[in-house]
């Protein structure tokens, strides 16, 4: 027995604040929390900010202390953590977790970082039943759960899992959170001093130990795609998004195939104006400069309920019969939407799904259970044609 159902770690920062005012608007009853951070007086300013009630649990922990972090997963069921970029912050606490069996979700975009942790603390957390669950945000959940339910459907439909298929962002507003900017500055930073870490950067089956699959596509050009008429361009979270699809793949056994093929890139346009589209996309970078927002940092609420994605995943199957998923979202991707889904995920976690301990995906632990649960909560819709 624990003492808490959810402990969000990093509930003073940006997005920690969100998913702690989202269970306070949506969970007022049910559920027992407690909020942690490195400071008290921030914790109770952030307390009284979302209209928390006046004795909510605060915890008092710090990345750099590492027995304060053991005090505070002894107490959780699941652990939400919003602190990176994790590669920086995150590893105590992956280890924490492992050793004392609790359960992790987090937002991380570092695949290499990911398999740092998968390589040295699997076997404890397989040990201890420590179900821990990466990437629980916009990466990679819609995506995950996305390629999910269209070879749920193509199963049905054909009797076999569609062995090529093509993940594609329609629409999308919002903007990237300052915790992503800064994940990707440290992993940058990573890789120059550590040539493995581009190896791992560069490789679709990163997160796959053992398993390596078919030739994939870079998705770094934009090009014409065939398959849906249309010029599309590079996508700025596939690298991580891709590594964790294929994950979930290797976790259920290949239920994708062992000759599964998937990228992911963005929707220019057509014709000239479309090509011309790609071709500026492919050479912007949103996390050039210092213009983005800074960890801690991020949009209004007016601007986060504007937001909103469309998200279309192709299923060709052999014969060229083409099965579709579409994945909205209803708010902006890096903040909105990511919130609630990291949420309701520790929530699926204390209510929906046991599951053996291991380093998890959110699609081959949570599945079918975390996508209805974020159709019922969280603003996402799963349509299969």
């Known amino acids: 027995m624990r003492d808490f159902d959810i402990v969000i770690y990093g509930a003073t920062g ?146 076999s899992p569609a062995p090529r298929v093509k993940g594609r962002v329609r629409t999308m507003k919002g903007t990237f959170s300052g915790g992503t900017a800064a994940s990707l500055k440290a992993t940058l930073a990573a890789a120059a001093r550590d040539p493995g870490i581009v190896k791992l950067l560069t490789s679709p089956f990163a997160l796959t130990p053992g398993f390596t699959g078919p030739h994939q596509p870079s998705g770094l050009l934009p090009e014409y795609d065939s398959t849906l008429q249309t010029w599309v361009a590079p996508f700025v979270m596939a690298p991580i998004n891709t590594k964790n699809v294929h994950r979930t793949n290797f976790l259920l056994g290949e239920a994708y195939g062992a000759d599964f093929v998937y990228d992911e890139m963005m929707v220019a346009g057509l014709g000239d104006m479309g090509k011309a589209a790609a071709e500026a996309i492919a050479k912007f970078n949103p996390f050039a400069g210092d213009k983005g927002p800074k960890p801690g940092e991020g949009p209004s609420k007016a601007e986060r309920d504007e937001g909103h994605y469309d998200l279309l995943f192709a299923g060709i199957m052999p014969d060229g019969s083409r099965i579709d998923t579409v994945v909205t979202g209803d708010r902006d991707p890096g903040y909105g939407s990511t919130s609630k889904m990291i949420a309701e995920s520790a929530i699926c976690l204390v209510r929906d799904v046991a599951g053996d301990g291991g380093i998890w995906t959110p699609g081959a632990l949570m599945g079918a259970k975390l996508r209805d649960r974020l159709i019922a909560h969280a603003g996402l819709t799963f349509v299969t044609s």
Request: charged content about 20%; aromatic content about 8%; proline content about 4%.
């Open 14 to 159: 940006f997005t920690g604040r969100l998913v702690a005012e989202y269970l306070v608007q949506a969970y007022p009853t049910g559920l027992t929390w407690a909020m942690a951070g490195r400071s008290r007086t921030k914790l109770e300013e952030v307390r009284d900010l979302i209209g928390a009630r006046a004795d909510t649990p605060l915890i008092t922990a710090d990345s750099a202390d590492p027995a304060s972090l053991r005090a505070m997963v002894e107490r959780a069921t699941v652990v939400i953590s919003t602190v990176g970029p994790y590669q920086l912050y995150g590893s105590d606490l992956v280890v924490a977790c492992a050793a004392t069996g609790t359960a992790y979700v987090d937002l991380c975009g570092e695949p290499a970082w990911m398999r740092h942790m998968i390589d040295a603390h699997e076997g404890e957390a397989t040990r201890t039943g420590a179900r821990i669950v990466f990437s629980c945000g916009f990466d990679s959940i819609p995506f995950d759960l996305g390629v999910l339910t269209l070879q749920e459907a193509a199963r049905a439909r054909y009797g």
